[in-house]
């Protein structure tokens, strides 16, 4: 029960966060008032009196689009964070180890520098980046079954960080080739939410839900599989074919992630950490709570990224990162001592 | 209960086990002994289904290898040698994750009231009850082992086996993990086969003696016949003198 009750402070917490996200900006707008929007947007209720006309446009049109994208972004990355710590029994793992990012990275590169970021209505780049995002990853797996057949968690680490690497530096030269676009290779490498529009949100959010649905299937193999691969397949586990479809199900929700804002770090790094000194380690309540605490902490950090410079926005990767590192200390290294 | 003919397994197309054959019966426990290198630890695996094989190898005359992953785990349990845990799981989530065989998989899969009932009758067998609650990273070697154990139990397999389950522990461990192990084979339908380094160990809790040379079965017959004089010649040195000597400081 005690794990209940945690759960539904997370979950009042997560939807503060929404709100304040939402409510705080160049204008205010109280959490009634926007509540009362979404509701009349939603259910046809009459918005309150005296309330100026602009806030709707602005909270539906601007704000809740980019609150919701960092939410389901930072839901999609903690989440992925989670399920490749277990898989490869690494707390340091994460997606951006298989490739995901540098794959991502390079492909986005390649549109930006060919100056064809706008086409297909700005389609184009999200696309591009994550089918390269696709293709690292299955490289990287493919390259590391090649090597060892029993696809070992070592063997992918480091056919992944290789292929990184690589990918890194042919992106490097591409930014670097063309002065005229280097600056915007660089800034769509820290990741941003500004000008994202609701298509975004319809991309992201399904995404986020559905990859939350399917680790949630596989929580108990998960939990098993942390004990080690061999322990795993004697205890049941068909450990190949489950192994495939979660790293393959990471890298599509990574890549989904990274596509519309770019390279955004640490979330998936601290969130299982975090939520494991919480909730304990069992997936069951791991996957959900990662989900909650990763979308409520990219909505703060979004936040503070508009704000604290105005009018100029500080890239989300940086804040991530700067916000993230002394709460994980804090978090961990107060929750050692009391267990 | 359990039989193997003919097994020959390795790594990368090279055999290491070749041509082995060997019959457990129930309630029966066997060691299998032999120097360094010679195979003991790869026909374990093999015998697991963690290294794919050649030859026969059947319980109760169904072929393992045809099983499925689950259904596999269902009859065969493997109980490793000692490594630390790093997530922090509760011993009792712990013990709990050995029914992952017996449980359906899904979105709803939720543990029934014998799944309970099974672990917490693994941990009361192991000793582990009081542990339940507490967190498997905070435990000491012995006491993690004790729930790994108890992990095996749950799983409800017909035959256990040991990959030097006792390494890194004391010996006041050591003797506890084979007597509750030497009760469990006892209670019928079950069968042990363990990988033991420690020969002392060994000789005392098995009932038969395999005994690998260079991955060939040397020697195989039950410990009442067995020669001791044997593995003298197995490892290349007076086994005996050496243990006769070790005796000595005690008496």
């Not at chain 1, 968690?153 to 890194?168: A, D, E, H, P, R």
């Not at chain 2, 019928?188 to 260079?214: K, P, Q, Y």
Request: proline share 4%; net charge positive; aromatic share 8%.
């Amino acid at each position: 029960m005690k794990s209940a009750a945690r759960m539904t402070a997370l979950l009042l917490a997560a939807l503060a966060a929404l709100l304040l996200g939402v409510g705080i900006g160049s204008v205010y707008v109280a959490p009634g008032d926007i509540l009362a929007i979404v509701s009349g947007r939603l259910f046809g209720t009459p918005l309150p009196e005296g309330m100026p006309p602009s806030y709707s446009a602005m909270v539906l049109g601007m704000r809740l689009p980019r609150v919701l994208l960092a939410f389901f972004t930072g839901a999609a990355l903690a989440v992925s964070g989670t399920v490749m710590q277990s898989i490869l029994q690494n707390p340091l793992a994460s997606p951006f180890g298989l490739g995901v990012s540098s794959g991502a990275g390079l492909g986005a590169a390649a549109v930006i520098v060919l100056g064809l970021a706008g086409s297909l209505g700005g389609a184009l780049l999200p696309l591009v980046s994550l089918g390269c995002a696709l293709a690292t990853v299955f490289i990287t797996v493919a390259v590391a079954a090649r090597l060892d057949r029993g696809m070992s968690n070592v063997t992918i680490i480091l056919v992944g960080m290789v292929l990184s690497l690589f990918c890194n530096a042919i992106m490097s030269m591409l930014a670097s080739s063309s002065p005229t676009y280097s600056q915007r290779v660089q800034l769509w490498q820290l990741g941003s939410f500004s000008m994202k529009e609701w298509s975004a949100v319809g991309a992201v959010a399904p995404a986020a839900a559905l990859g939350l649905a399917f680790f949630f299937r596989f929580a108990r193999e998960l939990d098993v599989m942390t004990f080690g691969e061999e322990q795993a397949q004697a205890m049941g586990v068909d450990l190949l074919r489950i192994k495939r479809l979660l790293l393959g199900a990471v890298a599509l929700l990574t890549g989904m992630a990274v596509a519309f804002a770019g390279v955004i770090g640490f979330v998936d790094l601290i969130a299982p950490h975090v939520v494991r000194r919480w909730f304990g380690a069992a997936h069951r309540r791991v996957l959900p709570a990662s989900a909650l605490f990763g979308g409520a902490f990219m909505v703060l950090c979004d936040l503070a990224a508009r704000t604290l410079t105005p009018p100029h926005e500080i890239p989300i990767g940086s804040i991530t990162a700067l916000l993230g590192a002394p709460f994980f200390l804090y978090v961990f290294f107060a929750g050692r001592k009391r267990r | 209960m359990l039989r193997i003919e003919h097994l020959v397994c390795g790594y990368g197309g090279e055999s290491v086990v070749r041509d082995v054959s060997f019959r457990v019966g129930e309630g029966e426990k066997l060691c299998i002994l032999g120097p360094n290198g010679c195979g003991k630890t790869t026909l374990l695996r093999a015998l697991a289904g963690l290294l794919p094989s050649q030859g026969r190898l059947e319980l109760e005359g169904g072929d393992l290898r045809a099983l499925p992953a689950r259904q596999r785990a269902q009859r065969l349990a493997l109980m490793s040698q000692f490594s630390p845990a790093s997530f922090d799981y509760t011993v009792y989530e712990t013990v709990m994750l050995g029914r992952y065989a017996h449980q359906r998989g899904g979105l709803l899969a939720a543990e029934s009231g014998a799944d309970r009932r099974i672990a917490e009758e693994s941990l009361r067998r192991t000793g582990a009850w009081e542990l339940r609650d507490r967190l498997v990273t905070e435990l000491s070697g012995g006491q993690l082992q004790r729930v790994f154990l108890a992990r095996t139990f749950a799983q409800e397999p017909r035959v256990i086996l040991l990959d030097e389950p006792t390494n890194h522990l004391d010996l006041r461990y050591q003797v506890e993990l084979m007597d509750t192990l030497r009760q469990w084979a006892a209670a019928g339908g079950r069968c042990v086969v363990g990988v033991l380094h420690d020969i002392n160990l060994a000789l005392s809790f098995a009932d038969t003696v395999l005994l690998l040379e260079e991955g060939q079965v040397m020697d195989w017959r039950p410990m009442a016949e067995f020669d001791l004089g044997t593995l003298n010649r197995l490892y290349g040195m007076d086994v005996g003198g050496h243990m006769r000597a070790a005796l000595r400081r005690w008496s």
